[in-house]
């Protein structure tokens, strides 16, 4: 089986009660009999406190960052400190976190602030390129290197036959429907409400998400990082029009499950 928690769904900013970009996925025996690989994709603000209620740190097998805006990083620090310092059961340096160029030396200057601790004492840096393949147990991830303002790398997560695609944040591109195609469950940013001429390129809308879900042959669509002030209703209808399939509004704490016994 793999699954899908949803650990933070909202774009640029928390809302109330609710968290930034962040998400877990786990695999493990289609019998359902135990979940043997975890990866913390994004860490957005708030989501550290999520990913806690569900799991420890120290049962992960690594951290993905899709890219370095605050909005997906900002919990980095904190899960540095939460691993330097805390009681999970494992001690640094044991956890690898996987992102873009130079991510760790973004990253660095928190730590360096208030600890003599390095970096490299809690995390093992390694940096993604596109078409990277990654092993976690029974669970492959691919990055794809997707359109942003900044380098970013969406995540293709496979497992007993079944696909979880998510988009990062991405304007329109032939790598997204690639990263897309066939995915049991398509995770898709819809940062923007609606398209306006003087867009940057550089976000969906609901309605892109949709199309490009249709194209793709996705077998579910899923919206998230909507900004807190957009209206969330208006959003599934536009991506109604544009998809027909199953779809839905990433929410905090919600699970879904491909395959073995929910």
Same mark, same amino acid.
């Given at each position: 089986?793999?699954?899908?928690?949803?650990?933070?769904?909202?774009?640029?900013?928390?809302?109330?009660?609710?968290?930034?970009?962040?998400?877990?996925?786990?695999?493990?025996?289609?019998?359902?009999?135990?979940?043997?690989?975890?990866?913390?994709?994004?860490?957005?603000?708030?989501?550290?406190?999520?990913?806690?209620?569900?799991?420890?740190?120290?049962?992960?097998?690594?951290?993905?960052?899709?890219?370095?805006?605050?909005?997906?990083?900002?919990?980095?620090?904190?899960?540095?400190?939460?691993?330097?310092?805390?009681?999970?059961?494992?001690?640094?340096?044991?956890?690898?976190?996987?992102?873009?160029?130079?991510?760790?030396?973004?990253?660095?200057?928190?730590?360096?602030?208030?600890?003599?601790?390095?970096?490299?004492?809690?995390?093992?840096?390694?940096?993604?390129?596109?078409?990277?393949?990654?092993?976690?147990?029974?669970?492959?991830?691919?990055?794809?290197?997707?359109?942003?303002?900044?380098?970013?790398?969406?995540?293709?997560?496979?497992?007993?036959?079944?696909?979880?695609?998510?988009?990062? $944040? %991405?304007?329109?591109?032939?790598?997204?429907? *690639?990263? #897309?195609? !066939?995915?049991? /469950?398509? +995770?898709?940013?819809?940062?923007?409400?609606?398209?306006?001429?003087?867009?940057?390129?550089?976000?969906?809308?609901?309605?892109?998400?949709?199309?490009?879900?249709?194209?793709?042959?996705?077998?579910?669509?899923?919206?998230?990082?909507?900004?807190?002030?957009? $209206? %969330?209703?208006?959003?599934?209808?536009?991506? *109604?029009? #544009?998809? !027909?399939?199953? /779809?839905? +509004?990433?929410?905090?704490?919600?699970?879904?499950?491909?395959?073995?016994?929910?």
């Amino acid at each position: 089986m793999i699954r899908l928690t949803i650990l933070g769904s909202c774009g640029t900013y928390p809302a109330p009660g609710r968290a930034c970009s962040g998400y877990l996925l786990e695999a493990g025996p289609d019998d359902g009999s135990g979940v043997t690989a975890r990866v913390w994709v994004d860490v957005g603000g708030g989501s550290l406190a999520n990913l806690l209620a569900v799991t420890d740190l120290g049962k992960l097998d690594a951290i993905w960052l899709s890219h370095l805006h605050i909005d997906h990083v900002s919990d980095l620090p904190l899960a540095y400190y939460a691993l330097r310092y805390g009681d999970f059961g494992r001690p640094p340096p044991t956890l690898p976190v996987y992102g873009p160029a130079g991510w760790a030396d973004r990253v660095r200057g928190f730590v360096a602030m208030t600890t003599s601790s390095a970096l490299e004492d809690v995390f093992e840096v390694r940096e993604l390129s596109d078409g990277e393949r990654l092993t976690f147990g029974p669970m492959e991830l691919t990055a794809v290197a997707t359109l942003h303002s900044a380098e970013t790398y969406g995540v293709r997560a496979s497992a007993d036959g079944h696909t979880i695609a998510y988009s990062a $944040d %991405s304007g329109p591109c032939d790598a997204l429907r *690639r990263l #897309a195609d !066939g995915a049991d /469950l398509f +995770l898709c940013e819809s940062t923007w409400p609606e398209w306006q001429p003087d867009n940057p390129p550089n976000h969906m809308t609901p309605e892109l998400a949709g199309r490009l879900a249709a194209e793709a042959g996705a077998a579910q669509l899923l919206l998230t990082h909507l900004r807190p002030h957009d $209206d %969330s209703r208006a959003a599934l209808d536009r991506a *109604r029009d #544009a998809y !027909g399939g199953k /779809l839905g +509004l990433a929410v905090e704490r919600d699970v879904y499950q491909l395959g073995g016994t929910p």
